[in-house]
């Protein structure tokens, strides 16, 4: 259901707000990049040193965000290591180190975490990746298939909740052998569990072991049904679980403005560019990535994606990042109310964090940081601290309503 005219949803909890970090590059304009992309596929013009990310973690720290999502892959840089980097240059923001069960063995993965986490305490939360792609998975030496990836994962995850719980662990799985594992520091609190998949394999490990539910960025009636599907799944375990979304934004004083910038990013793609990624990406084996390109197959093939209005897939919801992005290929497209009233809606259908991203990466967190949460807050749903007086008073806001 649409918000509008100030009639905002029931607000029961305030949302979690998340950046993403570009490891592996930053740009003025899309960087091909995320699921599925390959090695030296991904790069930007400004480079993502570890002086440029720490200028991003600074000011989402500032404007109360929870947390900064870490990629993982072979396109970008390790995620856990620029996460202890990062953890000096901040005081009080969190980590979403993403990380693929199985290429460690889970005692050193509850080791690292809890370490991180004796050090830079509630900062540390973690992304499962199972692994969309066979091919990858190979380059890092594992030869599972999809299922297997989620079976061991299921068990993977079991060891690491029992290790953080401090048991000592022995485990002859299938995939997944250990034996007296135990942890000579536990965490305090507890790494939270994100974790994402679309496939019917995903859901049942999502309902065990997961406190966030992660979906890309769908129109809100398909996000709801995985809401929905999860939150069911979750409940025959006896478990609770939150649920987070991954968007793209494009957030200006006005619609038109925000609209001219998603037409200025379509306009540097060409039909050859756009064909390569598309190549790539239609050999992946995620069921996720399938829906993002199903979002739009009809623009491609009619080769009305020329015009970025013709890409938006819902109100306000714009498919032109996945042209030739992997993974996250959405983004919240509008004015700074729009995009508000956009969040209020996914709020509607379950929606408790958002994970948010933009090019460039820290021009855009100050466009959605000084222009849209400051209407969030005004709504009730967002109540963060903020580390400077700045996001409450900046004249445009009021002037973009």
Known sequence: MAVRGGHYPAVTHAIKLHWFLPTYGDSRLIVGGGHGTPVGAAHGDRDAS??????????????????????????????????????????????????????????????MAATFARHAPGRILLNVVVGGEAHEQRAFGDHLDKDGRYARA????????????GQTVSLDGEHIKVEDASLATLPNPVPPLYFGGSSAAAGPVAARHADVYLTWGEPPAAVAEKVDWIRRAAAAEGRQVRFGIRLHVITRDTADAAWAEADRLVGALDEQTVRTAQEGLSRSQSEGQKRMLALHE?????GSWHDARSLEVAPNLWAGVGLVRGGAGTALVGSHTEVAERIAEYVEVGIDEFI????????????????????LRERGLFDA?????????????????
């Not at 009809?298 to 009619?302: F, L, V």
């Not at 991203?357 to 000084?370: A, D, F």
């Not at 601290?385 to 309503?401: C, E, K, M, Y």
């Open 154 to 165: 299921d068990e993977f995850l079991d060891v690491v909740r029992r290790l953080w719980d």
């Open 50 to 111: 570890i002086d440029y990310l720490a200028s991003i973690v600074r000011a989402a720290e500032t404007f109360g965000f929870t947390g900064a999502l870490i990629p993982t892959g072979a396109w970008c840089e390790d995620a856990f290591i620029t996460a202890a980097l990062l953890a000096r240059e901040t005081t009080s923001l969190g980590f979403l180190v993403a990380f693929r069960p199985g290429l460690v063995s889970p005692t050193l993965s509850a080791q």
């Open 298 to 302: 009809a623009h491609r093939e009619n």
């Open 356 to 375: 948010f991203s933009g090019y460039p990466h820290l021009e855009e967190l100050y466009w959605l940081g000084e222009g849209v949460v400051p209407l």
């Open 385 to 401: 601290d903020v580390r400077s007086a700045a996001p409450t008073s900046i004249p445009f806001v009021g002037a973009a309503r």
